[in-house]
T-cell receptor
């Protein structure tokens, strides 16, 4: 398996809902990332996990909660989101933090 | 923190001609510079990268040049083809390359 996969592809949620985004890679990469991308804008880094430990949190609001259960899996737990959080959420992975990052297809999130 | 500026924001070239996209960065500690191609509705795809100990790197029709003194780097695409049409993002990363800061993107259109 040479790709990063993400589920679901699309998600619509209300402001009071709790949902989770899932990201998987089976390439043996030890660094995993969450990005947020708004339309016609570049990806913005949210979180970095290195060897299953959170190494970077770009001052993301606590309504976004990342989790790395093992070296292949990365979750993003969502709670009490705002409409302005609607965006494409991209996961990426790299061999280590010192190598090129490979992106998953993203989850398109709509918050009503 | 790091700031990356990318120009032009849009670029239209005739098929077969060359295209050049330029980026400047602000943090002299940045040492990793990847380029991503993102087609409409698709994931960002790493197409080439360069580290600060190298001045130029080529991969078939794509090349990247880096001028550390001036803090700018460029993407060169030769013999452009319609499938090169996409949004291209440059990025700069510091020590460990985990924290990538992206430019605002260039929408490249190849006219047949």
């Amino acid at each position: 398996d040479t790709e990063v996969t993400q589920t679901p592809k699309h998600l619509v949620m209300g402001m009071t809902n709790k949902k989770s985004l899932k990201c998987e890679q089976h390439m043996g990469h030890r660094a995993m990332y969450w990005y947020k991308q708004k339309a016609k804008k570049p990806p913005e880094l949210m979180f970095v996990y290195s060897y299953e430990k959170l190494s970077i949190n770009e001052s993301v609001p606590s309504r976004f909660s990342p989790e790395c259960p093992n070296s292949s899996l990365l979750n993003l737990h969502l709670h009490a989101l705002q409409p302005e959080d609607s965006a494409l959420y991209l996961c990426a992975s790299s061999v280590t933090g010192d190598h090129g990052q490979f992106f998953g297809p993203g989850t398109r999130l709509t918050v009503l | 923190g790091e700031n990356v500026e990318q120009h032009p924001s849009t670029l239209s070239v005739q098929e077969g001609d060359s295209a050049v996209i330029k980026c400047t960065y602000s943090d002299s500690a940045s040492n990793y510079f990847p380029w991503y191609k993102q087609e409409l509705g698709k994931r960002p795809q790493l197409i080439i990268d360069i580290r600060s100990n190298v001045g130029e790197k080529k991969d078939q029709r794509i090349a990247v040049t880096l001028n550390k003194t001036a803090k700018h780097f460029s993407l060169h695409i030769t013999e452009t083809q319609p499938e090169d049409s996409a949004v291209y993002f440059c990025a700069a990363g510091g020590v460990g390359a985990q924290k990538l800061v992206f430019g605002q993107g260039t929408r490249l259109t190849i006219n047949p």
